[in-house]
């Protein structure tokens, strides 16, 4: 059975925060961002998981980037991150919650921080580079990967990660949460297949469809840096204790919902901007 993806009353509740809380209270994400000019992308992400209610963000990029991105960030921390050894050593900090490692990383460094950031267990989003960078040898990733991950490919990223899934899909053979689930089965972890049609299935069989079409369409998420706003949405829900799968669908209909908010002539950059209406408009 497939879930079709709607607000229900439990996720928006969960959207909620407490009046005891603080920041500490709802996690801390860490995104990493890829080196001197590559940094958007990772801001984008960092943005986007501070906007949806993760307590604290850190962007950590090479010690070469810092000026480019602290020129950027303000609400948004910053770190150097030179290498995967510093990377294990931040996960002496029980309060980081979530990784958010992909987008703009490039495909070096993400051959060297993804293993790094699986080692640590921490609730974890893979887009983009820390896809794409294992494409000759998938079976790197899933042997790594946990229950607490999602992977947010495209179809490109999801041709090679699963290209025999990706051949079915393509040839009408499977239907989409078909492969979706799959690939799920395969990886051992949340994977979320993005289009107008989005799938969504975990490593246990549970499947949700978000159909943003029709009177849903949100034809405006055709930009350059909308997948990267989602997988910080995703990664900030899962650093405020969301479940891998959950983050996915809350944070998918977010993302649709903040699009069809703004409207025509949205950017990347809108996303983030545009969530506080929508979470003042369904009552959060």
Known sequence: MTEHITLTETRRAALSKGVAGHKYSHGHLLVLAGGLGRG???????????????????LACPQVSLAENAAHLNAVMLI????????????????????CLGPG????????????????????????D??????????LLFNATHENVVLTPHLGEFRRLFPDLAEALEAGEIEKRDATRQAAARAGCTVLLKGAQTTIADQNGSAALHDASGELAAPWLATAGAGDVLAGLIAGLMARGFSAYEAACTGTWLHAACARQFGPGLIAEDLPEALPAVLREIGV
């Open 105 to 128: 990383l490039g495909l070096p460094r993400a051959q060297e921080m993804v293993p790094a950031a699986l080692w640590g267990k921490r609730a974890t989003v893979l887009d983009a």
């Open 80 to 99: 150097a991150l030179p290498d995967a050894y510093t990377l294990r050593g931040l996960f002496s900090d029980t309060r980081l919650t979530a990784l």
């Open 40 to 58: 958007g992308a990772a801001r984008l992400a960092a943005r986007a998981g501070l906007r949806v209610g993760a307590g604290l963000v850190t």
């Open 130 to 139: 820390a896809l794409s960078a294992f494409e000759r040898e998938p079976e």
